[in-house]
């Protein structure tokens, strides 16, 4: 029996914008974890279009597909071509979840929410020759997890091999998030057992690790579990976690003495009625700028991501987010246009509110004006947001934004690794096409080195999210 697994390319793989060293940093880890269920004599292999050629000439027994929005059209026609060769398809992932309807056209078995429970159920029912129409994850644990199939991964064309995931999920109830879509009908959050994690970690080469979780402090007793068993362990690694869960207590130290060295936060808006309205509850009545000096201290360099669009945003919102994330010394912005994605109380509102522009799900990419906005024209939203990460991304924003740093060490990480992640796209490319993105990983190791604590906040004047009035 012979499986193959597929990530079809986004659409944003075609457009203008396309950056390949971004859709080179992780490999697809999800489909790596569902080959770890199959029995030891069936073959497997794993093909990222992103990163590799895929050959459509072959007759595997069975295709899996992972869906997301704006692969939507090109995995369906994948999923057509192999189902005319007489192959069994599946699809899964956030979109088939948000649209089984649409994605059961295209497949012979779907799987909805987190597949760790429903795929072997679906292994062995195909064995039985019984597989079922669609199959969904009643059951939510990641005990007795199988080590992820990481030898199906040509580690060599990711600048992240090591990256990893130890939690499912998020305790949190964005509007705009696909989270609660996707694991609607069961536990939302969840993790690994501490043991297991740390296993998996233990098993990875080298000292870089990337945490691809939602939310890694969102259970607290596990990520400090977490961090006071990695404190030996002598890695660095990166994350993403919530304003609240940075603010709040000693996890965030905890992480940075077991070798955090950036993380993603979610700001979204500096406004808090955009907050209120996304129900982003647990970056209310937070105070950003002590948020981002708290990070600064620890040596912990910050990816922000801010959304533009929602109801509250006028033309203003994207220099003034801007001018924000340069003062507070953010070191990456990622930015977005607000993106109603089916299956969330995001579209429900829009569609309600019949301000739905289109259904073309490949122009559901975040760079593009899905809904009608509020207070501007949709032209004017893509404009704004184009124009921020060009101001963002300034070598005089650059610059201006290392200099917040109290340390000439920091503020040299600071610049290096902005500038490297967006000014060197060459040497990028030249590293993707020899096929040798891992010989970069020493030096992602190196401009994540530990700094040592800056000694006097460069600001302090605070930006506190509590009423419309403040900024
Ligand atoms: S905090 Fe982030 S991951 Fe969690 S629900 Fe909100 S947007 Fe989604």
Same mark, same amino acid.
């Given at each position: ?5 597929? $990530? +079809?390319?986004?659409? &944003? !793989? *075609? ?8 859709? %080179? =940093? ?11 269920? $199959? +029995?030891?004599?069936? &073959? !497997? *292999? ?8 895929? %050959? =459509? ?17 090109? !995995? ?396």
């Amino acid at each position: 029996m012979k499986f193959k697994f597929i $990530l +079809p390319s986004l659409t &944003e !793989a *075609e457009s203008p914008f396309w950056r390949p060293i971004k859709y %080179s =940093l992780f490999p697809p880890l999800g489909l790596a974890t569902l080959a770890s269920y $199959l +029995p030891p004599e069936y &073959e !497997a *292999e794993i093909i990222d279009q992103h990163v590799q050629a895929l %050959s =459509l000439d072959d007759r595997p027994d069975v295709v899996a597909i992972q869906v997301y929005i704006t692969n939507a059209y090109r !995995a369906y026609q994948i999923a057509d071509h192999y189902r005319n060769k007489g192959c069994y398809v599946i699809l899964g992932g956030l979109h088939v979840t948000s649209l089984p309807d649409e994605a059961q056209q295209h497949a012979d078995t779907i799987i909805l929410g987190p597949a760790e429970e429903a795929f072997p159920r679906f292994l062995e029912d195909l064995k039985n020759n019984q597989p079922r129409e669609r199959y969904f994850s009643n059951k939510r644990t990641l005990n007795n997890t199988p080590p992820t199939r990481r030898e199906l991964i040509d580690r060599k064309r990711y600048l992240v091999p090591n990256s990893i995931v130890v939690t499912r999920g998020c305790p949190h109830h964005c509007d705009f998030c696909y989270k609660d879509a996707f694991y609607r009908g069961g536990k939302s959050f969840y993790t690994q057992q501490l043991d297991d994690a740390l296993q998996e970690i233990e098993r990875l080469p080298g000292r870089h690790l990337y945490f691809l979780d939602d939310h890694l402090l969102g259970n607290k007793r596990f990520a400090r579990d977490l961090f006071n068993n990695m404190k030996g362990m002598n890695r660095i690694f990166q994350g993403a976690a919530t304003v609240n869960s940075i603010l709040d207590g000693d996890l965030i130290d905890l992480a940075a003495e077991a070798g955090l060295r950036s993380v993603f936060v979610g700001f979204e808006s500096l406004n808090p009625n955009n907050l209120k309205q996304s129900n982003k509850k647990q970056n209310l009545g937070r105070d950003y700028k002590r948020l981002t000096n708290r990070l600064h201290d620890l040596g912990i360099m910050i990816n922000g991501s801010f959304v533009f669009g929602l109801d509250d945003d006028d033309p203003n919102v994207f220099q003034h987010t801007v001018d924000w994330a340069i003062e507070a010394g953010i070191t990456t912005s990622t930015f977005h246009i607000a993106t109603p994605y089916p299956g969330t109380a995001f579209y429900q509102k829009m569609e309600q509110s019949k301000r739905m522009l289109t259904h073309n799900w490949d122009l559901f990419d975040t760079r593009h004006a899905t809904y009608q906005p509020m207070k501007m024209s949709c032209p004017q939203l893509e404009q704004g947001y184009r124009q921020s990460y060009r101001e963002f991304y300034r070598w005089s924003a650059i610059t201006r934004a290392s200099l917040f740093h109290g340390s000439a060490k920091h503020q040299l990480k600071h610049f290096f690794y902005t500038s490297g992640w967006k000014k060197f796209e060459p040497l990028w490319n030249l590293a993707i096409q020899m096929k040798k993105l891992n010989l970069m990983t020493p030096l992602l190791e190196t401009v994540l080195a530990k700094v040592t604590p800056r000694q006097a906040p460069a600001s302090t004047r605070p930006i506190t999210i509590t009423s419309p009035s403040t900024p």
